[in-house]
Each structure stands twice: as C-alpha cells, then as structure tokens.
C-alpha cells in the first residue's frame, strides 16, 4: 500500500485496530458472546503474533507520516481487540507521530478537512445517517461529504451513496474460514 501512495503527500494514515482482527475472544476460541470458531493457533499465540504484527506495521508507517490508531469494537474480539488498542496505545505513548484512540464505542468519527469519516463494525445503511447526524452533530455541519466504513461481513462492497454519503464494507485480508 505505501508503494501505491508513495506520490501523495501523506500528513495521516488512520490504523484501524480491532474489529475482529482475531476470530476468537476467549482460550476456549469462540467470540465474545460464546460462538465457537475453528482457528490456527491457540489464542495465546494468535494474540502475540498480532501485538507483534500491529507494531511492525505502525513503526512502519510512522515514517511516512503521523498515525492515528482507532479502536473499533468487533463482535469476534470485543475484549481481545480493547486489550490490543490498549497495549499499543502504552507500546507508543513516547511517540509523537503516534495516537491511539482506544475507547470502547460502537462508532468513531474524525473529520478530515471537509470529509466527515466514521469508522465501526457494523450498522444498518439505512438508519446510519440518522445516527451520525445525532453522534456527530458538531460536526455534521462542517462537512461537505461523509464516507462511512463498516467491516463485519468481510467484501468489500457499497451498501448505500447518496446525499454525499457513502456507506462501504471493507474487505478482509485473510481468507474465509469454516
């Protein structure tokens, strides 16, 4: 991605931490409410190698430019990806170039110049603008555009864009599982 990006002028780059970034929440491998997930490595490990992985990618990126870190709460790791946002937070609390906002909130918002993004697990395209109006009202004022983006169901795809809102789900890296 910095390869693709390398001719802008980056002043940011939003790390979105969470989200389901393990399948499971738990040692017994199932989500935070208790469904059961087949997964690789025993959660212990899992949750090393992402600590592992989440800081590399962040001293990485540090270079180009400041990196805000935003927790999203997933319905797979809510308390696995809480501790995550935390640690990462304590990992880079003596640098400058690095924030992480690791409250636990359904939605997170950050304006960027006229564009209003809000960043989440899930939610209903439909009643989204509704509740971004009423979240972010302060805000909601000051912008010309708002580009939501959702995560849960893992394709990438555009669920509503209208009245200078776009709802998308973003796509996952990893392949599907059983």
Same mark, same amino acid.
């Given at each position: $991605?910095?390869?693709?990006?390398?001719?802008?002028?980056? /002043?940011?780059?939003?790390?979105?931490? %969470?989200?389901?970034?393990?399948?499971? /929440?738990? =040692?017994? *491998?199932? +989500?935070?409410? *208790?469904?059961?997930? !087949?997964? /690789?490595?025993?959660?212990?490990?899992?949750?090393?190698? =992402?600590?592992?992985? +989440?800081?590399?990618?962040? /001293? $990485?990126?540090?270079? +180009?430019?400041? !990196?805000?870190?935003?927790?999203?709460? %997933?319905?797979?790791?809510?308390?696995?990806?809480?501790?995550?946002?935390?640690?990462?937070?304590? #990992?880079?609390?003596?640098?400058?170039?690095?924030?992480?906002?690791?409250?636990?909130?359904?939605?997170?918002?950050?304006?960027?110049?006229?564009?209003?993004?809000?960043?989440?697990?899930?939610?209903?395209?439909?009643?989204?603008?509704?509740?971004?109006?009423? &979240?972010?009202?302060?805000? #909601?004022?000051?912008?010309?555009?708002?580009?939501?983006?959702?995560?849960?169901?893992?394709? &990438?795809?555009?669920?509503?864009?209208?009245?200078? $809102?776009?709802?998308?789900?973003?796509? +996952? $890296?990893?392949?599907?599982?059983?």
């Amino acid at each position: $991605i910095l390869t693709r990006v390398k001719h802008y002028d980056l /002043d940011q780059i939003v790390f979105v931490i %969470g989200g389901d970034m393990l399948n499971g /929440d738990n =040692l017994a *491998g199932s +989500t935070t409410k *208790g469904t059961a997930q !087949v997964s /690789d490595l025993h959660y212990y490990d899992a949750y090393e190698r =992402l600590c592992a992985m +989440t800081i590399k990618a962040i /001293d $990485i990126l540090k270079n +180009t430019c400041k !990196v805000k870190g935003i927790y999203t709460v %997933g319905n797979h790791d809510e308390v696995t990806g809480f501790k995550l946002a935390k640690y990462i937070d304590a #990992w880079f609390r003596n640098e400058a170039m690095v924030q992480v906002d690791y409250q636990p909130i359904a939605r997170k918002y950050l304006k960027y110049g006229r564009t209003l993004l809000c960043f989440a697990h899930d939610g209903n395209a439909q009643k989204l603008p509704m509740i971004i109006a009423d &979240e972010a009202r302060q805000l #909601w004022g000051n912008v010309d555009t708002i580009e939501v983006f959702l995560q849960h169901m893992h394709t &990438e795809q555009i669920l509503k864009e209208e009245n200078n $809102i776009r709802i998308q789900r973003l796509p +996952t $890296i990893s392949a599907r599982s059983k």
